[in-house]
């Protein structure tokens, strides 16, 4: 059993207050075990890169329009991202030389 703890945060809005009226940041730590024989790390890395974010992001979404949504603005809703194609991308941008995001 190969284990793995991935940390996924974001920030929004300035945390010195200047250009706008609100700063949050939010970080969620999850624990991951799989089960496999193989031992290749690349593919375990690949496994957790991909599956663990795209677990993660739903929760952290929710985590910062219930903190937001308790102050007296409008929540901040985070548009749901498909994870595993954005990563692909990144991917295959980054063999191919481009920066991404």
């Known amino acids: 059993m ?4 991935v940390k996924l945060g974001i920030s929004i809005g300035d945390a010195n207050l ?3 009226s609100f700063f949050v940041s939010a970080t969620i730590l999850g624990e991951f075990s799989i ?3 193989k031992t290749d790390e690349d593919y375990i890395y690949s496994f957790y890169k991909v599956n663990a974010v ?6 952290l979404r929710a985590l910062i329009s219930d903190l937001t949504g308790r102050g007296s603005e409008a929540p901040i809703i ?3 991202l498909n994870i595993i194609g954005m990563m692909e991308k990144l991917e ?3 063999h191919d030389g481009k920066r991404s995001i």
Not at 2 to 5: A, E, G, L, Q, T
Not at 54 to 59: N, S
């Open 2 to 5: 190969k284990n793995c703890y």
């Open 18 to 20: 200047v250009k706008n």
């Open 35 to 37: 089960k496999t024989q």
């Open 54 to 59: 795209a677990i993660l992001f739903p929760y």
């Open 78 to 80: 985070i548009p749901t």
């Open 92 to 94: 295959a941008d980054r």
